[in-house]
C-alpha cells in the first residue's frame, strides 16, 4: 500500500510539472516573495477578507476568553500579567519564533504560552494542536494582524535560523524531495488541485478548509513531511521550530494574516 500511495504521488507531482530533478536551491529573492494570499481564489480570500465569515474568528474570540480566565495554583489569568492584549502583545507573534535565554534555544509563539503557563502561572501545559492552544495563539496573533513580519534579531538564534534553511534544503523520504523542490522551484504550479505557495507562514494559525479547524504551521509542516514520505518529527520538536525560525526570514516584511483561511 504504501508503494502504491508513493507511485501515485509521484505521478502527481510530474503532473504538476515537479519534476524530481537535482536540486536547484535557488531561494526566491525578497522582491519577488508573495503571501499564500495571494494564490488562493476569490472566495477564499473573501472568506479571509470578512471578520464575520472568517471561521478562524470562532477561535480568536474564544482565546481571548481563555487570556482572561484565571487558571493554576497561582490563580492568574494572562491578563493579571499583561493586561489588554490589544496593547500588550501588538507586533509579539510578528517576532516569533524568539530566543529563550533560560532555555538557550528559540521557543515558537505555542511555545512560549506554555512557558508563560508553567512559570508563572503554575499551571499544566496546552497539549499541542488542541483548541485552547490553537485559540490562544490565533487570539495573540491577530493582535499583530497587518503588521509586518520582523523575525528576531537576536545574534544567537542565526545559528538555529541557519539549521532551518539547512532542513528547508534537505532532500529527505522515499520520493527524495526537498522542501525547496515545492516552495523555491515549483511555487505557482498546483498539486492536486491545490496552488503550490511559497511557503511563506504569515497567516498562522490558519484555518483550513481541508481541516475544518485552526491549524498550526508545525502541522502544516508535519503534514509536508509526511507528503515527502520522510521520518517525521514531534510537535514541539526543536527541528520544527528551526523550519519555522527560517520560514519567517522568509517573510521578513510581510503583514500578519492570522487568521489566514486557506483550502
Not at 492584549?85 to 530566543?99: D, H, I, L, N, T
Not at 494542536?129 to 490565533?138: I, K, N, P, T
Not at 503588521?147 to 528547508?168: C, N, S, Y
Request: proline share 6%; charged share 20%.
Amino acid at each position: 500500500m504504501r508503494v502504491a500511495a508513493t507511485i501515485v504521488l509521484a505521478s502527481l507531482l510530474l503532473a504538476a510539472g515537479i519534476i524530481l530533478r537535482p536540486l536547484i536551491a535557488t531561494e526566491i529573492p525578497s522582491a519577488e516573495r508573495r503571501s499564500g494570499y495571494t494564490f488562493m481564489a476569490p472566495d477564499t480570500k473573501a472568506m479571509q477578507d470578512d471578520d464575520t465569515a472568517n471561521p478562524g474568528m470562532l477561535g480568536v474570540l474564544d482565546g481571548e476568553t481563555l487570556w482572561n480566565r484565571k487558571v493554576g495554583s497561582a490563580g492568574k489569568s494572562c491578563a493579571d500579567c499583561h493586561n489588554d492584549a490589544r496593547e500588550s502583545m501588538k507586533g509579539v507573534a510578528a517576532r516569533y519564533p524568539a530566543y529563550d535565554k533560560t532555555l538557550g534555544q528559540p521557543v515558537n509563539l505555542e511555545q512560549r504560552i506554555n512557558l508563560c503557563r508553567v512559570r508563572h502561572q503554575n499551571a499544566t501545559p496546552l497539549p499541542y494542536e488542541r483548541h485552547d492552544l490553537l485559540a490562544l495563539s490565533a487570539f495573540l496573533a491577530e493582535q499583530s494582524r497587518g503588521m509586518p513580519i520582523t523575525p528576531d534579531a537576536t545574534a544567537e538564534l542565526q545559528p538555529f535560523v541557519a539549521k532551518g534553511r539547512d532542513l528547508f534544503m534537505h532532500r529527505q523520504g522515499q520520493l527524495n524531495l526537498a522542501c525547496t523542490n515545492c516552495h523555491d522551484d515549483n511555487w505557482d504550479k498546483h498539486l492536486a488541485g491545490s496552488a503550490v505557495t511559497q511557503g511563506i507562514p504569515n497567516g498562522y494559525p490558519i484555518y483550513r478548509l481541508e481541516w475544518q479547524s485552526l491549524g498550526s504551521l508545525q502541522r502544516r509542516l508535519r503534514n509536508c513531511i509526511t507528503g515527502m514520505r520522510a521520518q517525521n518529527y514531534d510537535f514541539g520538536a526543536p527541528e520544527l521550530v528551526e523550519l519555522e525560525l527560517y520560514l519567517m526570514s522568509r517573510a521578513r516584511g510581510m503583514p500578519v494574516e492570522t487568521p489566514a483561511v486557506r483550502p
